[in-house]
C-alpha cells in the first residue's frame, strides 16, 4: 500500500446488502489529475469532479456504487457537491480538494437520506491502507475486484503505485475508462506534467478496450500522488503506470459481463495509430467475431468483415494477414481448421493478430467474447 493513504469501504443500503460505498483518504495534498468521459450526457459527478480537479490538487476521493446519478439534473449535481462538502467537513478538508464518483443505474436519484449519515462517518471509518476494501465497494455488476500495483525507486528508498479499478459492461471509453482511481506515495520533479502521463498512459490501455462498445456517462480515471515516499523519475513512473493501466485493462476485460474468454488483439503494420485503432475497435467490436470466439468457430470471414467495414480505411485483401495465436487463417485447409478451432476452445486467453501490412504502427486492443450471459445481465437490469 502507498504510504499517508487510508480508506474503506461498507455497504449503506443503497440497493442491496453489499458494499456500496467508498472514502480514500491521504493524510498530505495530493498533486492530481483526471481524465473523464467525453458522452454527451456526464454524471452529475463527473462534471463537479472537472471542476475539483483544475486546482491539481485532491486529498480524498468518495465513491458509491448502485447509482451513476446520471442524468438526474441540477439537482444530481447539487447532490454531489453536497456529498463533498460533508466528506470535506469530516476529514477536515476543503470540499473542493474531494472528487466525488458515482457508478451505477442511470436515470435514478442518489438515496441521499444514506449517503449523507454516511459521510458524516468517515474519519471514523479511515483505515490505513485498506484499499482491496474499496475496490469491493465500487463494483457493480463485476465478479471480482480489479487490482494493480508496482514498487518504484525514489531518491529515499522506495515507493508504491497502486490502482484500483471497477468495470464489467457499459464499456468503451473514450478518454478513459469505467471507474479507476491510481494513488501513489511518491512525487515527480518540479513542473512534471502528470496529465500528459497520464493521458499517454490511458491512450495505450483503457482507450484499447471494449466490452460491448458503450462509452459510459462516468468514466473517470484519477491519479492522486502524495509525495510521501519522495521522488522518482518520470521514466519510472511512467513505465509502471502504463503497466498497471495495462492490468486492469485486462482485468476489465476478462471480467466482462458474462465473458468466457479475454481477447488481444495485435493490429501491425498500420499507417497510423488512427487507422490501427479504427479497426481494432471495429474488429472487437463485432458481435460476429465475438460470438464466434465464444463458440470455438474458426469463421475469419467475420475478422475480414470487420477490417472491410471501416470504409475511409481500405485494406488490400491480399497484403491482409490474419492469425488466431500463431496459427494463419487465410486460405486454412480442413486440419488448420481443426487446429484453429481446439485453439478457441481450449484457451480462455485468445491471441488475435492482424497484419495490414501498410506502414509501421503496431497496437493492442483488448476485449472478450459474447455469450447468452451478457443478455441475461442486460435484459433485466432495473427489473
Not at 490538487?57 to 439537482?75: D, F, H, P
Not at 497484403?319 to 481446439?342: D, N
Amino acid at each position: 500500500m502507498p504510504k499517508g493513504f487510508s480508506s474503506f469501504g461498507i455497504n449503506i443500503g443503497i440497493k442491496d446488502n453489499t458494499k456500496d460505498f467508498g472514502v480514500i483518504y491521504s493524510e498530505v495534498p495530493c498533486k492530481a489529475t483526471a481524465v473523464f468521459s467525453k458522452n454527451n450526457f456526464p454524471g452529475a459527478p463527473v462534471i463537479v469532479g472537472k471542476e475539483h480537479i483544475q486546482s491539481g490538487v485532491l486529498q480524498a476521493i468518495v465513491i458509491n456504487s448502485k447509482n451513476s446519478n446520471v442524468a438526474t439534473g441540477e439537482k444530481g449535481i447539487q447532490n454531489s457537491r453536497d456529498i463533498c462538502k460533508y466528506i470535506g467537513e469530516s476529514l477536515g478538508v476543503s470540499e473542493k480538494s474531494v472528487l466525488p464518483s458515482s457508478t451505477g443505474v442511470i436515470g435514478v436519484p442518489l438515496r441521499m437520506e444514506v449517503i449523507l449519515p454516511a459521510c458524516k462517518k468517515a474519519k471514523e471509518l479511515l483505515k490505513p491502507g485498506n484499499l482491496e476494501e474499496v475496490a469491493e465497494a465500487i463494483m457493480t455488476t463485476d465478479t471480482r475486484k480489479k487490482i494493480s500495483f508496482r514498487k518504484i525507486k525514489t531518491k529515499s528508498g522506495e515507493g508504491v503505485i497502486y490502482g484500483i479499478a471497477k468495470g464489467a459492461g457499459m464499456i468503451e471509453p473514450n478518454m478513459a475508462t469505467m471507474l479507476c482511481y491510481i494513488l501513489s506515495d511518491v512525487s515527480l520533479p518540479e513542473n512534471t506534467d502528470l496529465y500528459s502521463i497520464l493521458k499517454s498512459s490511458v491512450d495505450q490501455s483503457f482507450n484499447c478496450l471494449t466490452i460491448d462498445s458503450d462509452t459510459s456517462t462516468s468514466d473517470t480515471v484519477a491519479l492522486l500522488c502524495n509525495g510521501m515516499a519522495g521522488e522518482t523519475s518520470v521514466d519510472d513512473f511512467s513505465k509502471a503506470l502504463v503497466e498497471i493501466c495495462t492490468d486492469l485493462t485486462k482485468l476489465i476485460a476478462f471480467d466482462g459481463e458474462g465473458a468466457t474468454k479475454l481477447i488481444e488483439l495485435t493490429i501491425t503494420g498500420a499507417k497510423n495509430e488512427n487507422q490501427a485503432r479504427k479497426i481494432g475497435k471495429s474488429i472487437l467490436n463485432s458481435p460476429l467475431v465475438k460470438t464466434a470466439i465464444y463458440g470455438g468457430d474458426p469463421n475469419w470471414g467475420r475478422l475480414v468483415m470487420a477490417v472491410g467495414k471501416v470504409f475511409d480505411e481500405p485494406i488490400s485483401f491480399d497484403g491482409l494477414e490474419i492469425y488466431f495465436g500463431s496459427l494463419p487463417v487465410k486460405e486454412a485447409g480442413p486440419e488448420t481448421l481443426k487446429k484453429l478451432s481446439e485453439y478457441l476452445k481450449n484457451n480462455t486467453e485468445i491471441s488475435l493478430n492482424v497484419v495490414l501490412n501498410v506502414g509501421a504502427t503496431s497496437m493492442k486492443f483488448w476485449g472478450c467474447d459474447l455469450t447468452e450471459k451478457y443478455i441475461e445481465e442486460n435484459a433485466y437490469y432495473t427489473t
